[in-house]
């Protein structure tokens, strides 16, 4: 079975500080999908990044930089110089490949970034 | 990307009725998702809706008790029924943007249902 977990609930940081929010999945597929996601408190869900079972390099994209590595089966999320517009809960997923998996994310419970001025 | 907009935003509603949520999307898709996501929760996925043919839900979820309908490619609706406290959620309509479940889903901004 699939399984994601997203073991901090909340996290508060002041401006500035950099912050990882760790993401922990389970599968025994070996070709599969991560994904972050960001839902501020408008609600939408806003896609962040998606990263194949395949390509283990890190990304960077602009503050945000994102950790995969297989061998721990983690895929972790930092911000760098937080903001408190990236105030939202932020979920991490998992979708198995292929198109019998199609739109079946596995999402985390996510967790919830409070970033004070 | 694609733009998506779900109707209503929030409701109250009591207990035993029923609601819809419609779902429009601004350009033609095969599939579109619904998710239902409870207080403090994550997302769970409900059904698929495909255009021309019945939904397909997931397991614990029922069409008795969440009917679909997709009568085109850029519009769904999912209808919540016999209402009771535990359906409070936030209902979402999602598009894949590309093909093959790689899963880059577009979400729209959700439906919030209070059941009193």
């Known amino acids: 079975a699939q399984k994601v977990t997203q073991a901090q609930t909340e996290i508060s940081v002041v401006e500035k500080e950099d912050v990882t929010l760790d993401c922990v999945y389970e599968t025994r597929d070996t070709t599969y999908y991560l994904f972050w996601y960001k839902q501020p408190p408008s609600g939408e869900l806003v896609f962040l990044i998606r990263r194949n079972s395949f390509d283990e390099q890190n990304e960077i994209s602009g503050r945000y930089s994102w950790n995969f590595q297989k061998s721990t089966s983690s895929f972790n999320f930092t911000i760098t110089a937080s903001q408190v517009v990236d105030s939202a809960v932020y979920f991490c997923a998992l979708i198995r490949h292929g198109s019998s998996n199609t739109g079946k994310l596995i999402f985390g419970q996510g967790t919830t970034l409070q970033v004070k001025p | 990307s694609a733009v998506i907009s779900q109707k209503p935003s929030r409701d109250i509603c009591q207990r035993g009725t029923s609601l819809t949520i419609q779902c429009q999307v601004d350009?033609?898709?095969?599939?579109m998702f619904w998710y239902r996501q409870q207080p403090g929760q994550s997302l769970t996925l409900i059904a698929t809706?495909?255009?021309?043919?019945?939904?397909?839900?997931e397991s614990g979820f029922v069409i008795d008790k969440f009917p679909i309908s997709r009568p085109n490619l850029t519009f769904s609706t999912l209808t919540v029924s016999n209402m009771s406290p535990e359906d409070s959620s936030i209902y979402l309509c999602?598009?894949?943007?590309?093909?093959?479940?790689?899963?880059?889903?577009?979400f729209g901004e959700g439906s919030r249902l209070t059941v009193l």
């Open positions: 809706a495909n255009q021309g043919s019945e939904a397909t839900y």
């Open positions: 999602s598009v894949e943007r590309g093909t093959g479940g790689t899963g880059e889903l577009f």
């Open positions: 350009s033609q898709v095969t599939m």
